[in-house]
């Protein structure tokens, strides 16, 4: 009976070597997810920024159509003027080219301007494209 209790009490919990082996395993795990997580969140938020510069681009196709590139600014020939967002600090529009600053959110900061700018067009032309800086971003 004597040794019956010995062997229970020995197997009734796991040893302090056991804990921090999983502790370690799961730090492992989280030390590899982080950045993935973060990498996912400057994404995300970055997606609101491009979102932000669609009306924009849509307002300067229009201009376009109807006007030279260099009249294509904001608050004239019906491109709007900037309005923040939790987001969006600015958006520019100088000659067509459409400049989009946002605010510190997440894990964007306004060091990451977001550039559109259109490749012909104006005077009755459409715009045959549109390049974007999104190649020297991590968040496109």
């Keep these: 009976e004597r040794g019956v209790d010995r062997a229970m009490r020995g197997a009734a919990g796991f040893s302090l070597i056991e804990v921090l082996i999983v502790l370690a395993i799961i730090g492992m795990l ?73 605010n510190t959110y997440k894990t964007i900061t306004p060091a990451d301007v977001y550039v559109l700018t259109p490749v012909g067009g104006g005077g009755g032309a459409a715009i045959a494209q549109w390049n974007d800086n999104c190649a020297t971003h991590a968040f496109c």
């Design 30 to 102: 989280a030390a590899a997810a982080l950045p993935q997580y973060q990498s996912f969140m400057g994404r995300s938020a970055y997606a609101e920024v491009i979102i932000a510069a669609k009306v924009y681009r849509r307002a300067v196709e229009v201009c376009a159509l109807e006007d030279p590139m260099a009249s294509c600014d904001s608050g004239t020939q019906g491109i709007p003027v900037s309005s923040a967002t939790q987001v969006v600090s600015t958006i520019a529009v100088v000659d067509g080219v459409i400049t989009v600053t946002p």
